[in-house]
């Protein structure tokens, strides 16, 4: 349950920037779906039982890495992703292609989808081609009971966080902290400021030595600022 009683999703954290929401209603999204190839999730996590639905924020290696072959595998009844990037994974045999672009919204599994904003690129590795991939995003996820929770994808900070909160009232959030790709600890603190939420997840950290943030700076940098957000750190495999 969450702060207002509304139902929410078991998050599982497959470690990186993937992460695994089991609906109220048994069926799973899979946000950024990097599992097999992604040197942080624990194998035991690699197959599902279900794979309803998967939302990519960018077309990064380490964020769609094993799209293809999982949504093969489980035929997931909507893959949504940016235009371009849509294109490119219809373009390699996935089916059930949802495209959409920054400030749109779509119901995936009854749920309210909204893409929105994130400063970072998109190119798609093909080969040893970068292809064109269109603009990097965000989620912000909304259940039907009303439960709303964002995943800010690969980012740096950015005021219109503001807007992300009075618009749609995230109650957690997924915050990169890692440093030199995306948002720094400190940062992604003044993220949590902006966007008012109550909880947060720090992703994209620790998966390789380049990633140097950590999620103990990011409490810090959050104590610092004074502000009622709980930082939730999972190991990946762990869930909340
Ligand atoms: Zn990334």
Redesign the pocket.
Known sequence: MSVNNHPRPTFTYLGH?TVRCDLPSGEVILIDPWVKNNPACPEELHAFDRLDAVLVTHA?F??IGDAVDLCKRYQPSVVVANFETCHWLGSKGVENCSPMNTGGSQEVLGCRVTMVRADHSCGISDGDQILYGGAAGGYVVRLAEGYTFYHAG?TALFTDMQLIAEIHRPELAFVPIGDL??MDPQQAARACRLLGVREAIPI?WGTFPALTGTPAQFESGCEDLGINCTVITLQPGESH
């Open positions: 920037a990064h380490d964020h690969d790709f995306t994209h």
